[in-house]
């Protein structure tokens, strides 16, 4: 079982919808969970983190954490052509340890 | 808004070659850390490094490899002599504290040839 999974896509959404991603980890002990989105060629830039259980809203951007389910989603609403992107799910598994484990990525395309 | 800040932007090199990736972390910042990702692959974690040691690896930090900071701002990672293999996008990253986010640079883009 891989330690942070992703459906690779690519997903593709019109402009103006809501984009929803998805990431299951392996590691119930896991603590801290990002999202970075990485255009083509770019560096990871982030767009949220979450530590506890519940929604935790940005402007267009809510993260869910279920850490019973071992689940952490991304929603992007009113998405834009410039959301189109790479959308990579990392996590941190505390407890000492301080590498970021991501996943695969999801790719995802808003169409105009 | 601070950043972390890498050079060289591009490195060509060829086989067996050393070279060193630079990088100047956020200037409030306590711990930094090497990633790497090659060409459609994902992120991997290669070290962490604070107060001046190495606090965590992965398997691919082998001992072609090494970090140091020479100096209150840079930190570098050299890689004794290069492989095919090690051609990717190398990443370093900071952060204020062990869990919190970690800010990433633009990356050196390493092609060995």
């Known amino acids: 079982q891989k330690e942070v999974e992703q459906n690779s896509g690519p997903l593709s959404v019109p402009e103006g919808a809501i984009a929803s991603l998805n990431c299951t980890y392996s590691d119930r002990g896991s603590q801290s969970f990002f999202w970075y989105r990485q255009y083509s060629g770019k560096s990871p830039e982030l767009i949220m983190s979450i530590y506890s259980n519940g929604d935790k809203e940005d402007g267009r951007f809510t993260a869910q954490l279920n850490k019973a389910s071992q689940y952490v989603s991304l929603l992007i609403r009113d998405s834009q052509p410039s959301d189109s992107a790479t959308y990579l799910c990392?996590?941190?598994?505390?407890?000492?340890?301080?590498?970021?484990?991501f996943g695969t990525g999801t790719r995802l395309t808003i169409i105009p | 808004e601070p950043e972390v800040t890498q050079t060289p932007s591009h490195q060509v090199t060829q086989m067996g070659q050393e070279v060193i990736l630079r990088c100047v972390p956020i200037s409030n910042h306590l711990y930094f850390y090497w990633y790497r990702q090659i060409l459609g692959q994902k992120v991997e974690f290669l070290v962490s490094f604070y107060n001046n040691e190495i606090s965590e690896k992965s398997e691919i930090f082998d001992d072609q490899f090494s970090v140091e900071r020479p100096d209150g701002s840079n930190f570098t990672l050299k890689i004794r002599s290069t492989k095919l293999e090690d051609s990717a996008m190398y990443f370093c990253a900071s952060s204020r504290d062990r869990q919190e986010t970690q800010y990433f640079g633009p990356g050196t883009r390493l092609l060995v040839l």
């Open positions: 990392a996590v941190n598994k505390g407890f000492g340890n301080e590498k970021l484990t």
